[in-house]
Antibody, heavy 121, light 107 residues
Framework: QVQLQESGPGLVKASETLSLTCTVS??????????WSWIRQPPGQGLEWIGY???????NYNPSLKSRVTISVDTSKNQFSLKLSSVTAADTAVYYC?????????????WGQGTPVTVSS | EIVLTQSPATLSLSPGERATLSCRAS??????LAWYQQKPGQAPRLLIY???NRATGIPARFSGSGSGTDFTLTISSLEPEDFAVYSC?????????FGQGTKLEIK
């Protein structure tokens, strides 16, 4: 069973770059078996898919965030990362990493516990 | 862009009752719909994928149905641990979106 764990700063200043890492265990980011994704949930709101990366390095991002998002993978550490630039208070949310098996398309089977990020002014 | 509309926003029921939750898509998403359960302070948990397939370890009291634009999640007999927020998610068309959720609360 795949396990995921998010890590990174819980507080980011407005206009700066949010950086989070997801460490994967029980699976390999280079195996080609999953889409590795980031999803967020603003306080009291619904879930918003941010984007994913595949083992080949190909990425796909939510158009609403595309200009500010970069997702990358570090196969040596079995991690994938999220960078979101020029953050504002609207980017305050709980950020989740998740895995979606290729056989299930973009269906998120395993999730990290989530990490809250607050953007301060 | 496909919009998922869930109804009702809040559903108040008692343990043992049957729960019926709806998710409607603004255009056809074939059967590419999943349901997730989320409890306070926890990550979402996959319940149903591709409209009607239960995920690993999900009890049989959870079932999903529908295709095209109208989908239903049914919990046949509510257990105390089932009171949570339920969200639907489509993977048919870009960008893949979630519904706003239905809160299932104890009556």
């Amino acid at each position: 069973q795949v396990q995921l764990q998010e890590s990174g700063p819980g507080l980011v200043k407005a206009s700066e770059t949010l950086s989070l890492t997801c460490t994967v265990s029980g699976g390999s980011v280079s195996s080609g078996s999953c889409y590795w994704s980031w999803i967020r949930q603003p306080p009291g709101q619904g879930l918003e898919w941010i984007g994913y990366i595949y083992s080949s390095g190909s990425t796909n991002y939510n158009p609403s965030l595309k200009s500010r998002v970069t997702i990358s993978v570090d196969t040596s550490k079995n991690q994938f990362s999220l960078k979101l630039s020029s953050v504002t208070a609207a980017d305050t949310a709980v950020y989740y990493c998740a895995s979606a098996p290729i056989t299930m398309g973009l269906t998120f089977e395993y999730w990290g516990q989530g990490t809250p990020v607050t953007v301060s002014s | 862009e496909i919009v998922l509309t869930q109804s009702p926003a809040t559903l108040s029921l008692s343990p043992g009752e049957r729960a019926t939750l709806s998710c409607r898509a603004s255009q056809s998403i074939r059967n590419y719909l999943a349901w997730y359960q989320q409890k306070p302070g926890q990550a979402p948990r996959l319940l149903i994928y591709d409209a009607s397939n239960r995920a690993t370890g999900i009890p049989a009291r959870f079932s999903g149905s529908g295709s095209g634009t109208d989908f239903t999640l049914t919990i046949s007999s509510l257990e105390p641990e089932d009171f949570a927020v339920y969200s639907c998610h489509q993977r048919s068309d870009w960008p893949y979106a979630f519904g706003q959720g239905t809160k299932l609360e104890i009556k």
